[in-house]
């Protein structure tokens, strides 16, 4: 199984069999319950959009959550490219058929 599809597979939420959930550029925080004083409030992860360099700054953005599940996040967001005007980012270019040596 492809590593794109072993991040996802287990995220069908209700989808068919043949539609799996993309969880690409998706990202949760659950309440922290620790009575460590240091410890963090909230953890949780990310799905990356795509490939991200070691120091790269990634925009977040989070919603607080209002679900009475308490196994449900307390804040979901997406992770996303840093918004330009003019529609360029500083994130590495695709390469193209051209870049390829072969």
Do not use: C
Not at 23 to 38: E, F, Q, V, Y
């Amino acid at each position: 199984m492809a590593a794109k599809q072993r991040a996802n597979a287990h995220n069908y939420r209700g989808k068919g069999m043949s539609e799996q959930y993309d969880n690409r550029g998706k990202i949760a925080l659950w309440k922290n319950t620790s009575d460590n004083s240091s410890a963090p409030v909230a953890k949780g992860h990310f799905y990356a959009h795509r490939d991200i360099k070691e120091g790269e700054q990634i925009d977040v953005a989070l919603w607080k959550e209002s679900s009475q599940n308490s196994n449900a996040p307390v804040m979901k967001g997406k992770i996303q490219d840093k918004y330009v005007k003019d529609g360029f980012t500083d994130a590495p270019p695709v390469a193209s058929s051209e870049d390829i040596p072969f």
